[in-house]
Structure formats: structure tokens, C-alpha cells
């Protein structure tokens, strides 16, 4: 169904970080804002997804923002490289979403929501780092390789998970010995994200705790708060709720601060 | 969300947060209808990987159990839930528990009336007494052994011997169940267990879709035990007599065991035996009997209501079904398929040694039934995707490839109905040595289709 050389040949036509968006990255972790900001407002796309991004209600602007300086001083500098980060992973996304019932806005609208309550947890945590802040981006990038391998197998995946309870990455690993979150982490290696933000979200798959404690705790909260987003309606309707298995014992021992942190 | 659908228990299993803004879009009608019309005649909720619900999530849920019980007749509820769950639930519905609660899956499929593994040891607590006595008769009906424990003392002493007990029961609690009669396998033979006084109701108690499925997948006996029914009326009297007339089209012998007639018109009795109705006074004066068996029919399950042939129509498909088989398998095992060879004529097993093999009927626009015989090693390593590991045990590998072979029969139901062709799949049955299909199949002419998987060789046969 789905082979090794499946995968490699995904991830090969995988594209290397565009230029300006290599340039910009590499001006925000310099610190400079305003120059990342003069030369991000040459990708127009970009321009148009950062005004996409923050005009979302989860953002809370009365007026429009669409000028780049100025969304750039809003999201601060680990903001701005986070959803620049976002963004580059929006580029895998498909035009046409097969097997989730997603669509570009959609998509967006849970980048959003995982990158500013994402912020609040780190909050909460006294964590305050660019890097593992950006490490929530690289969360989707799951979503759309399942999305990029699975789609053209719908039917076999439908008649299989209506006999046994299999999610993606578990029959990933079956057939082919990789998990969705291997496959991330080659994304992460090929667009220079750093080891940090890579050891994070493997290990917020649930099936692979990490032995470095404070990575291992982010990835707990990593764990639950997609299984939060991917409980809300949107995202239950477009059939994500079970595309990964929920660890539930995972994450027990954070969940009442979790409560706390959203507000449950 | 689609229902995952074993020993016919439609089960949902949400993840993460149930509240009352979500929960309708986990599960709707029209999820419950997909299940029921696969004949689940269980449908639950998985808590399992709920890590929270508040009561207006659930209500969503609750509110669509009560619409399909009424429609249905089936059980519905919760399970795979902790203690802390359990209690919750409890406190919510306090006054109104119109569901059941099952602590496990496996403890909701002891009360399925198709749990095919039935004679299970349950040690059994609930400090609800008429709870306790209502599950302790369910167990017993369905053909368990429950052990019943007067005190929570008793109860967690008897817990510690684990191995003494093939399931243990707690923290669960039996809303209405379900009313449909109790089914069990033995053998070739399909018991069913009726009780009480039998009336109208038993046309919808019974299930009918079940019963000829198993015509269909070549079961000659079926047996009535009756030990527990009271009396019976003319209703009752006139479906047991239809459904023997329709047995006796297939050649099969419909039984009942430990009827008492002291409460019943002598004339009924009369009526049943001119339809056909052989009766016993008890079970083991038949299971125990191996003539009587195969008098019976019991030995030889061939289905042979009629002298089928192959005909041009179902022919014409199998490319299709071949496909479709193929393309499972090599899914399942992610090999490459190779055609060797295709014969019409009966089925021709060369090495019969380290095989077991499946079957599938499908009836409706087109009638047919498709078997697969598998080397044991492709079984195992098709199995290993669902199971998750490779495993010798081979009542397990038979189980994973009945549902392997469900996948190929849905394939076959949707490639027909793409061509305008409307069939339902019967139950998978399987064969664990070759000898016990040919008994099936011996005489029947059908297409035999060669496979090579990785050098492994596979066969395909398809016939009426």
C-alpha cells in the first residue's frame, strides 16, 4: 500500500526553504524586526498569509492589520519566526484536501489556534525561547503527510480502520517501519529547524517519550493540546479527531494544569 | 465517525474532549445507521481515550442511544471507562439510566448475542442487587458461566486469583439490554436461546438477517434450546413454521430442545412437526450424538439449496473480485501479487499442509461465494498489520483473517454496487485445515484463480 520509496520520493520533492523566507528567518534571529519585515514584504504570498494569519477573531484586531512591520511588532520577535515558520509549512499543504475534510482557511485557522495557545502554556511555564516556541509549527506538518500519502489509498484505509482501530502512524509503522513523525522531522532536517524543536514534537507523538525531562514535559503539553484542537468541531468534522492515537495515559499527570492553562 | 464493527458490536471511540458543542459531530444518525445496517446489534461508546466529557457531551450520545433502541431493539451505552468515569456517569443519569455501562469491550461482548466464544468463566460484583441478579441471567443466557460475589470482600479476594476467571466484572451496569435472542455456535450447528412466553415479539427479537447468513455460509442445524420458555402462541407458532419451511429449501433441520408441552396446545406441537420441527428433550442428547449429527446435517454444512451454477453474469465480475482480493492482500502485506493460473472446475488444492482458508457469500442481485485459501505464513503476515505483532496463535490468526476477508467482501459489496449490482455479505466463516472447507465445497464448480505473493502461493476460488 504505501512503501518506503513512497515516502522517500515525498520527501525529495519536498522544497528547500525559498530564499526570502531563508533571509528572513535568518534576520528575525539576528533580532532585527524591521529589516525581516522589509525583506518579507517581498514574497507576496507570504505578505498575504501573514494578513490571513493575524486578522483571525482568535487575535482579537477590531481594525485590519496588513502592514508587515506592524504584524511583526504585534507577534514580537518569536512570534514573527513562528509563523514564519507557519507559513512555510502552509507551502506543503495540497490545493485540494482529499482525505480530511479540510481547506486552506481551516488549515490556518488550526496553525492558529495551536501557535497562540501554544504561547499561553509556554506562559504558564515560564518558558520563554524562540525556538520552542516555533516548535508548534512543525505539529501539522503530520497532518499533511498523512494527507500526502494516505490520500490516493482512501478506500483500502476506510475498509481497514472499519475492522480494526488502527490510526495512520500506527499502520505507517506497520507497512513501512516510520512513523508520521519521522517523516517531520526529515521536513524539519531539510528546512534547518533546530534539533530542539525536531526532539519536541517526536516526542509529543505519545509513543516515544524523550529522556531529556524538559523536552519530554513539552511534549506532554504538545500531546494534549492537539488532541484539544483536534476535539473542536471543525476539526472532528474534518476527521482528524483519530488520525493519530490519543495517548491518554501520556499525559495525565499535566492534564488538571492543562485545565487551568485553558481555562476549562 | 465510522463505527469499527466486531462480534457485532458497532464501537465509536472518540478521543480527546466530549462537551456539548463537539459531541454531535463525533457521532450522528447516520453514523448509528451505517452500524445497525451492518447488523450491530450492540452499539457503545468508547471512553477510552476520553480524557474529558461533561453531561452535556454526553447527553448528545445518550440522546441518539434511546432513538436507536427504540428503532432497533439493540443494547446501546458506554465502555472502557475507569472507576472515576463510572461513578461520574452514574451521578449524571441518577435518575434515568436508560443505557448500559460496560467497564470493558470485552465484558460488553459477553452480553452480544453473537459472541461466538461463548462458556466463558465471569466472576461477577455489583452492589446493586437487582443489577447483579440481571447480569448474573444475561451471562447465563448467553451461554457463560458467571460466579457471583454476595460482598465487595468476597469480590476482591476472588479478583486476586486472576487466572481462574476468563473475565471479571465490575463497575458495569445493564440498562435495558437488548432483546435479541441469544445466538451461539457449536459445531456446525447454531443454537439459539429462547425463553419465557413467546409471542409476536420473537419476529423482532429474533434475528433473521443473522439466521440467513448462516444458511448462506452452509450451516445445516439449528437448534431452539427452549428450556426456559413457558409457553408460546399462535404468532410464535407461525414464525417458527415459516422459518422451517424456509430452512427446508436449503436442506436444513431446525430443532428445539427442552420444550415443555404441558402449557402448550397439543395441536401446536402437531402443526411444528408437520413444518418440519424436530424436537429433544435435551441439548446433549444431540451435540453428544454423532450420528445424530450428521443426520442431521450437522457434519456437512454444503449449502445446497439449489444445484448453482456459474453463470455469465457473476463471471463477468471476477476480474473485479480477483482485484479487489489482490489488492487487499497486497495491502495487508505489502507484497506483489502475481497471477499464475485460471481454471473453471472444482477446486484443486494441491498441498493441503500449512493452509487454513476463508470464506465469504454474497447474495442479493448476484449470489456467489468467494474463498481464500492462504499459506499460513501469508495469513500471519497479513495478520501482523492488524494485530500489530506476528503471532503463532493461530485462534487469533484465524479471527484477524475472518476480518481480512470481511475487507474483501465490503470491497466486492462496493465494486458490485459501482456496476448497479445491490448484494449483502454474509458472515466471514473461516477453516482452520483444508480438509473442513472441502467438506464445503468438494463437489462445487467455481474459478480458480492461482496467486503468487513474494513466492507464497495463494488461491482464489469463486462459486454459487
Known sequence: MITNKIIDDFID?????????????????????????????????????????????????????????????????????????????????????????????????????????????????????????????????????????????????????????????????????????????????????????????????????SKDKQINSLAKWMHLLLFYELSQPTFVEAQLNDFIDFQLEYVQDIYEDFTKVMEL | MRAILKDAIGLFAPQGFLDGNNSAFFLNDEDIKIATDLNADMILVSLKKVIFFNKNGLDVFVKLFLEVKKKKNITVGFCDYDNKKFTTILKFYSDEMNFSLFKSYSIASLFSSSFKNKNKNVLLYSDDKSQKTAMAIELHDFGHNPIVCQTLEEFKEKSLNNGAYDDIINDTFIGQVGQKIATRVSGNAVIYSVSLFLDTEISNAFNIVYHNNSLNVGFRLFIFDACKVISMNIHALNFFSKLSSSAAEYSATI??????????????????????????????????????????????????????????????????????????????????????????NKIEIREKDNKIASSIGFYGDVDGMIILVFPTKIAKKACELLIGESTDDAELILDTLAELVNIVGGKIKSLLG???????????????????????????????????FDDDKFLFFLTK
Not at chain 1, 88 to 95: A, D, G, N, T, V
Not at chain 2, 311 to 324: R, Y
Open chain 1, 13 to 209: 520533492k519536498i522544497p528547500p526553504k525559498p530564499d526570502i523566507l531563508q533571509a528572513t528567518v535568518k534576520i528575525l534571529n539576528d533580532g532585527n524586526l524591521a529589516k525581516a519585515a522589509k525583506v518579507a514584504e517581498e514574497d507576496l504570498a507570504l505578505k498575504a498569509y501573514l494578513c490571513n494569519l493575524v486578522n483571525k477573531p482568535i487575535y482579537g484586531f477590531k481594525n485590519e492589520v496588513c502592514d508587515i512591520g506592524q504584524i511583526f511588532g504585534i507577534l514580537s520577535l518569536s512570534g514573527s519566526q513562528q509563523t514564519v515558520y507557519n507559513y512555510m509549512l502552509s507551502l506543503l499543504c495540497p490545493k485540494k484536501w482529499e482525505l480530511f475534510n479540510l481547506n486552506e482557511n481551516s488549515f490556518y485557522e488550526l496553525q492558529a489556534n495551536l501557535s497562540l495557545h501554544w504561547k499561553k502554556i509556554l506562559d504558564f511555564l515560564n518558558i520563554n525561547d524562540k525556538d520552542i516556541e516555533s516548535a508548534i509549527t512543525l505539529l501539522p506538518a503530520s497532518i499533511i503527510v498523512t494527507e500526502a500519502l494516505f490520500s490516493t489509498k482512501k478506500e483500502d484505509v476506510k475498509l481497514l480502520r472499519s475492522v480494526n482501530s488502527l490510526d495512520y502512524n500506527t499502520i505507517l509503522i506497520r507497512l513501512c517501519n516510520t512513523s508520521l513523525f519521522d517523516i517531520c522531522n526529515k521536513i524539519a532536517t531539510k528546512w534547518d529547524m533546530s534539533e530542539q524543536i525536531q526532539q519536541i514534537v517526536y516526542a509529543s507523538s505519545g509513543i516515544n517519550p
Open chain 2, 255 to 344: 430443532c428445539f430442545t427442552g420444550l415443555d408441552f404441558t402449557k402448550i396446545p397439543v395441536s401446536f406441537k402437531e402443526t411444528m412437526e408437520d413444518s418440519g420441527i424436530l424436537f429433544y428433550e435435551k441439548m446433549d442428547d444431540i451435540l453428544l450424538n454423532k450420528e445424530l449429527l450428521k443426520e442431521l446435517g450437522a457434519s456437512c454444512a454444503a449449502n445446497i439449496k439449489s444445484k448453482r451454477v456459474l453463470n455469465k453474469d457473476i463471471v463477468s465480475k471476477l476480474p473485479s473480485f480477483v482485484e479487489a482480493t489482490v489488492a487487499t492482500i497486497e495491502m495487508m502485506t505489502n507484497s506483489k501479487a502475481k497471477k499464475e493460473a485460471i481454471q473453471i
Open chain 2, 418 to 452: 459501482d456496476h448497479g449490482s445491490r448484494v449483502n455479505i454474509t458472515l466471514p466463516r473461516t477453516y482452520n485445515n483444508i480438509d473442513d472447507l472441502l467438506e464445503v465445497i468438494e463437489d462445487k464448480k467455481g474459478v480458480q484463480v492461482d496467486l503468487i
